[in-house]
């Protein structure tokens, strides 16, 4: 802003000069001419033009070392966002870097408890563990069988206990009246 009103003043200083310069040219004119009225009257404009460049000017000039200072707290401005864009772009890399940490890690976890999983659902220890519980279901049923197996054989040996209670018993009968007849001999 306080350039675009240096570059202002500049240019109405310019503009200035040269409609001093113009009527300067009119006036020396009006002058060849004979004419030393309208001549003085052209040179009262040009000093009026040269009066207003000398003003514009030296508002250009005081304005010159404000302008400058500006300059330099915009270059320093400058500087401070390129060190800031590299700082910025500096954090967006380190960010990134840790994000793909971040990443490796939790995918080297997963990994690690998929390797887990595979340990404890390996497929042979899968079929041992099926494999066992096999063999607890047959050894619960040869159990069984055993118990019916013992339970039967003591109905047979109660069978044949009672066998052999009943053929006791017809053998006293029989000698019982075995010695009936004897007797009734």
Do not use: C
């Not at 971040?102 to 041992?128: E, F, H, M, Y």
């Amino acid at each position: 802003m306080a350039e675009d009103d240096y570059n202002r003043a500049m240019n109405d200083a310019n503009t200035w000069g040269t409609k001093a310069i113009a009527a300067s040219k009119k006036a020396d004119e009006f002058r060849a001419a004979g004419n030393p009225v309208d001549a003085d009257k052209f040179d009262n404009l040009a000093k009026v033009a040269i009066g207003r460049q000398m003003t514009v000017e030296s508002t250009a000039k005081a304005q010159e070392p404000s302008l400058a200072a500006q300059n330099e707290v915009v270059d320093k401005l400058k500087q401070g966002l390129d060190q800031m864009r590299g700082k910025l772009g500096e954090l967006t890399a380190k960010r990134n870097e840790l994000v793909n940490r971040a990443r490796v890690a939790s995918a080297q976890t997963q990994v690690n408890d998929a390797l887990k999983a595979l340990d404890a659902g390996d497929p042979t220890s899968a079929i041992g563990r099926y494999e066992e519980n096999i063999r607890r279901k047959e050894a619960t049923v040869r159990g069984q069988q055993e118990l019916a197996a013992s339970s039967l054989d003591a109905q047979f040996a109660s069978l044949e206990d009672l066998g052999e209670q009943t053929e006791v018993e017809a053998r006293l009968a029989a000698l019982k009246s075995m010695d009936r007849k004897a007797i009734d001999y």
